[in-house]
């Protein structure tokens, strides 16, 4: 099985079931417009068995990888850096902009996911009133993701992440 394959079953078998009442998960996973633009990064980039060093962030935002499936990439770069049309909404996200300068500055996004795989402590996302939510800010939602952060992490490492 590739690491392409092991990401893709893996994002496609996660859920949270409870989260505080105010609290909404962003799952682009389970998406059926999304996942297929998600599957076409992961078989483009990660369609071998070459160990990578993983980096993470915290969780993923709503106009980037909560909307893309993929850390760190807007609508927009997953177009113009990664080459992966899409009909997503083309809202900004900045952290993608700085991810892709340093992507760029690495030698692009080929060479850059050839070495590394970006993840997330929590893979999937959360709002909070319409505005992204950080797990970590949150008492109640952080406690009750701690067995969901810990096996998800478990598992990617498990794809021969570094």
Known sequence: MTIAEKIIAFYKSLSIDKV???????NPFSDKDTFPITKAFYYK???????RTMILGINPGRFGGGVTGIPFTDPIKLEKECGITN???????????????M??????????????Y???VSPLGFTKDGK????YDIKEL??????F??????RQISFGMV
């Open 20 to 26: 505080p009442e105010n609290i909404e998960v962003m």
């Open 45 to 51: 980039y990660y369609h071998d068995e070459l160990p």
């Open 149 to 154: 952060i810990v096996d998800c992490l478990q």
């Open 103 to 116: 992507i760029n500055a690495y030698g692009g996004p080929s060479v850059f996911y050839n070495r590394f």
């Open 132 to 135: 992204n939510a950080n797990y």
């Open 118 to 120: 970006i993840s997330a």
């Open 87 to 101: 009909e997503l909404a083309k809202k900004p996200e900045l952290s993608a902009d700085f991810i892709y300068q």
């Open 142 to 147: 952080q406690d009750g993701l701690h067995d």
